[in-house]
């Protein structure tokens, strides 16, 4: 499975994006799929992530202005950025677990799938 990334772009504090990430192949449910971001000299970092059975996480610093989703139809999965800091700043990626568990922690060692990164800028 290749997974690609788009959506992202530059946009202004407060502003809001939507991430798509496109399967080229079926991901299981019983896979877990995230959005990760990397800062610049900063290390890769868990944003969101669905896990088997659908439970959500967020990092704290994203928690009420974003939304993880999937579309398994479509084999997609989207990451809607509201109120957007210049924090949030980065290369943001797409990324399918390496196992399955429905208690799977976000941390990017748990996935081995990784879309190129589609970057984020948000000006202040």
């Known amino acids: 499975v290749q997974l690609v990334e788009s959506g992202g772009g530059l946009v202004q504090a407060g502003g809001s994006l939507r991430l798509s990430c496109a399967a080229s192949g079926y991901i299981s449910n019983d896979h877990a799929v995230g959005w990760f971001r990397q800062a610049p000299g900063k290390e890769r970092e868990g944003v969101s992530c669905i896990r088997r059975g659908g439970g959500t996480v967020y990092v704290d610093s994203v928690k009420g202005r974003f939304t993880i989703s999937r579309d398994n139809a479509k084999n997609t999965m989207y990451l809607q950025m509201n109120s957007l800091k210049p924090e949030d700043t980065a290369v943001y990626y797409c990324?399918?677990?390496?196992?399955?568990?429905?208690?799977?922690?976000?941390?990017?060692?748990?996935?081995?799938?990784w879309g190129q990164g589609t970057e984020v800028t948000v000006s202040s």
């Open positions: 990324a399918r677990s390496r196992w399955s568990s429905y208690y799977l922690s976000c941390s990017a060692s748990n996935f081995d799938t």
